[in-house]
């Protein structure tokens, strides 16, 4: 009697090669060394073989017992193996996800945006000019005289005079950081042919000592509109539509005679109190106005400087303080939490 062991090994190599999980395996292992498997039964044929065919049947089956546990125990740990890899790259996407940290606009930047947006949905442009300004734009072409205080050395800061004969240029050039954003809107005027309207947004500088309404930095919001026959009330309506926008549509205004050398005639803006409407209160000191802004039409002289016809043209300009406007409306009661970097601070808005 013989058996055909190569045959059974093939068999069990061929089926044990397609398990993919370690339940089929030991099923198979079941079926080929179980106590009622293949190698058992061959086992239990040996007492009915003869002396003499017992040794090479025995020595037989044997040899085909060890090449499938060895066969098993490849595959066994083959599985294992993978199994092992599988618990490492896998992803349970039914955990609750990990909220990554959101960043945002700085409330000033917020704020910035939300003037110029207003703006310029009245028709405006946003224009920018340089930080580091010639006395002529800053000064001279704003009509702002030479003996003025503010051209004083403790009001501005002046940058060292630089070489610029190194950069191709020749002769020194006299610098300073801009006190206001109004130097670009002379540029403004000198690159856009009216009829125009720009606002000018940015960082202007003065060398106040630093305090809970004052830094030494701090933002505008500058706009100029310039047209043939352009009046006061052309302001008025902007200013009143721009009010309302961003204040609330039951805003009131009101205009009080005021000075800049760069308009005439020159009027501060107050609001009436968002906080109270108008009763008086804590935010608006119980006056019930916040002042905002401050504007007026451009003077004569401001045109000339800027290269346009004084008698032809007309134009209203305002500015105001990104800060203030800041802090009224998000009631902020220090400048200098913008400038901290307090991420306590900041991602409350
Ligand atoms: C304020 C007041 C103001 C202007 C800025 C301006 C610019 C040119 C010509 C005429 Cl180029 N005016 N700018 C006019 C009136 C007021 O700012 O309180 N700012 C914070």
């Not at 501060?268 to 935010?283: H, N, P, T």
């Not at 209203?316 to 800060?323: D, K, P, Y």
Request: hydrophobic content about 40%; overall charge positive.
């Amino acid at each position: 009697m013989s058996f055909d062991g190569a045959h059974i090994l093939e068999e069990a190599r061929a089926q044990i090669g397609v398990c993919a999980q370690k339940e089929s395996l030991d099923a198979l292992r079941i079926k080929y060394l179980g106590r009622k498997g293949v190698v058992q039964d061959l086992m239990g044929r040996i007492p009915t073989l003869s002396a003499e065919e017992r040794r090479s049947f025995g020595a037989g089956v044997n040899e085909l017992k060890k090449n499938l546990e060895a066969l098993f125990t490849e595959k066994e740990t083959g599985l294992a193996a993978a199994a092992a890899g599988a618990a490492k790259d896998f992803v349970d996407i039914t955990l609750p996800g990990k909220t990554p940290l959101s960043g945002r606009l700085h409330l000033l930047s917020q704020v910035e945006g939300e003037i110029c947006g207003a703006f310029s949905r009245l028709g405006f442009r946003v224009f920018k000019g340089p930080e580091a300004e010639t006395e002529f734009h800053n000064f001279e072409a704003l009509n702002i005289p030479l003996d003025h205080p503010s051209r004083d050395a403790f009001d501005t800061f002046y940058l060292r005079p630089f070489d610029v004969s190194r950069s191709g240029f020749s002769g020194r050039e006299k610098k300073l950081l801009r006190s206001h954003t109004s130097p670009a809107q002379i540029r403004a005027l000198k690159t856009c042919p009216p009829p125009m309207a720009v606002v000018v947004p940015g960082r202007v500088y003065r060398p106040d000592a630093v305090d809970a309404s004052h830094s030494f930095m701090f933002h505008q919001v500058e706009g100029i509109a310039v047209d043939k026959g352009i009046r006061f009330s052309d302001l008025k309506g902007v200013l009143i539509a721009f009010a309302k926008e961003m204040f609330g549509a039951e805003t009131r205004m009101r205009f009080r005679p005021s000075f800049f050398p760069f308009t005439e005639p020159s009027a501060e803006v107050d609001i009436s109190c968002f906080a109270c409407k108008g009763q008086g209160c804590s935010v608006c000191k119980k006056s019930g106005w916040l002042e905002i802004l401050g504007c007026g039409m451009v003077h004569p002289h401001v045109f000339k400087s800027a290269g346009l016809d004084e008698k032809k043209w007309r134009g209203f300009a305002f500015g105001m303080g990104v800060e203030r406007v800041a802090m009224l409306k998000y009631g902020v009661n220090d400048i200098r939490l913008f400038f901290e970097n307090d991420i306590r601070f900041l991602e409350q808005f």
